[in-house]
T-cell receptor, first 112, second 108 residues
Framework: DTEVTQTPKHLVMGMTNKKSLKCEQHMGHRAMYWYKQKAKKPPELMFVYSYEKLSINESVPSRFSPECPNSSLLNLHLHALQPEDSALYLC???????????FGQGTRLTVV | GEDVEQSLFLSVREGDSSVINCTYTDSSSTYLYWYKQEPGAGLQLLTY?????DMKQDQRLTVLLNKKDKHLSLRIADTQTGDSAIYFCAEFYNDMRFGAGTRLTVKP
């Protein structure tokens, strides 16, 4: 199993809603990442978890709250988002010493 | 400015070779990658090169790395219409950083 699975694939939420994005991998990777990608732009790093601990937070607003409850699962909790937060949110994982980072297909988020 | 730079657009005819260029700034990068992204899709790893290599060939893909100039290129031989996509180069040290992406258009 070399997949990173992200759910949901699409999400539409209002600015007062609370929702969560989920990312799952069963490759034993201990580094997991959240990226945000706006249309026609490269992915931008948001958070890095290493061994279930947050190791990098790229100055992301607090309305995005990551959580890594176990080595296979990475969540991104969303609250009070703005329309400009609409984007493709990509999750990735990488094993220590591995060459390849595996990306999920992303969750396309629309904030209305 | 960005740590990884790419030209934004490339247009070629079907059957020609495509060369996509990238420059990076972090000499500590251990791996350099090329990803392909089709419209509405996630990122697909095409190939990677370790920083102590000069060249890597994988079927129609050839990656060249000039570590002195921090220049990376991806050559696609016999480009097909299905190769039309955005191609991102990326460098990895402690985390992965992407270039702006090059939109490749292949004309029949």
């Amino acid at each position: 199993d070399t997949e990173v699975t992200q759910t949901p694939k699409h999400l539409v939420m209002g600015m007062t809603n609370k929702k969560s994005l989920k990312c799952e991998q069963h490759m034993g990777h201990r580094a997991m990442y959240w990226y945000k990608q706006k249309a026609k732009k490269p992915p931008e790093l948001m958070f890095v978890y290493s061994y279930e601990k947050l190791s990098i937070n790229e100055s992301v607003p607090s309305r995005f709250s990551p959580e890594c409850p176990n080595s296979s699962l990475l969540n991104l909790h969303l609250h009070a988002l703005q329309p400009e937060d609409s984007a493709l949110y990509l999750c990735a994982s990488k094993g220590q010493g591995d060459t390849e980072a595996f990306f999920g297909q992303g969750t396309r988020l629309t904030v209305v | 400015g960005e740590d990884v730079e790419q030209s934004l657009f490339l247009s070629v005819r079907e059957g020609d070779s495509s060369v996509i260029n990238c420059t990076y700034t972090d000499s500590s990068s251990t791996y350099l990658y090329w990803y392909k992204q089709e419209p509405g899709a996630g990122l697909q790893l095409l190939t990677y090169i370790f920083s102590n290599m000069d060249m890597k060939q994988d079927q129609r893909l050839t990656v060249l790395l000039n570590k002195k100039d921090k220049h990376l290129s991806l050559r696609i031989a016999d480009t097909q219409t299905g190769d039309s996509a955005i191609y991102f180069c990326a460098e990895f040290y402690n985390d992965m950083r992407f270039g702006a992406g090059t939109r490749l258009t292949v004309k029949p």
